[in-house]
């Protein structure tokens, strides 16, 4: 173990864990709706609409990160509203790395979402409507049973692309140890200052989590 307390050792993989359950749910929930809304709904500008919400998936994490940063920040009537109704700022707080890895991850989970979704034949959707189903009865009963497979993988993606969030998660949250510090950021900040075999550490929990992560995914998907 590198020259450092166990506490902030850990401070860093509990506040990504944290970070990536958050930010995984919120960016499932959010990319579930607005997938199912593109893919059953005729939307008027649809092209216009899915290229801003493919956009952060292009766009240099920085870049998404100087967005957040503005539109967050004091200055901005949202920053403004955050700050009257909680008394604090978001920027440079936890929530605000959760923001990042929402928005980072976002194209990803949708992507995969709505192709779940396009993959159920629309008979079997059209034939519960027929009988009276709601559109929400429609989706619990008839879409994610069947496009489970694709919800898995969306879940997945959105909790590892959480975890790994660096540039944007840096620019509006900043690397505050035991406050805003991700193992991204940790990592980063350890080699620039020489400490390899710290940024060693991080590292292996890293893929130790990501490992455990995937396996446990393979292995739902294989009892099924």
């Known amino acids: ?10 401070a860093p993989i509990l506040l990504s864990l944290k970070v990536s359950v958050f930010s995984s749910i919120i960016v499932f929930l959010l990319g579930l709706y607005v997938a199912w809304i593109m893919t059953k709904k005729r939307i008027r500008f649809k092209s216009l609409l899915e290229t801003v919400f493919l956009l952060p998936l ?5 870049v998404v990160g100087f ?8 200055k901005s009537w949202v920053g403004q509203t955050v700050e009257r109704l909680f008394d604090t700022s978001i920027i440079f707080t936890w929530w605000a790395a959760i923001l990042a890895a929402v928005v ?4 990803l989970v949708y992507q995969s979402l709505k192709t779940g979704l396009a993959s159920i034949e629309r008979e079997l959707e059209d034939s519960a409507r027929s009988l009276g189903a709601s559109e929400w009865q429609v989706l619990i009963y008839i879409s994610i049973p069947l496009a489970w497979r694709s919800l898995i993988a969306a879940y997945v993606l959105g909790f590892a692309r959480g975890l790994g969030e660096f540039g944007a998660t840096l620019m509006v949250a900043g690397n505050i140890p035991n406050k805003t510090q991700t193992i991204p950021t940790a990592i980063y ?3 620039d200052a020489g400490k390899l075999t710290l940024a060693g550490w991080w590292t292996g929990a890293t893929i130790l989590i990501s490992f455990l992560l995937l396996f446990v995914t393979n292995s739902l998907k294989a009892k099924h």
Request: aromatic share 10%.
């Open 1 to 10: 173990m590198p020259d450092i307390s166990r506490s902030d050792f850990l």
């Open 58 to 62: 292009v766009l240099p994490p920085t």
């Open 67 to 74: 967005i957040l940063l503005v539109i967050l920040g004091r």
């Open 104 to 107: 980072v991850s976002f194209p």
């Open 189 to 191: 900040f350890a080699v």
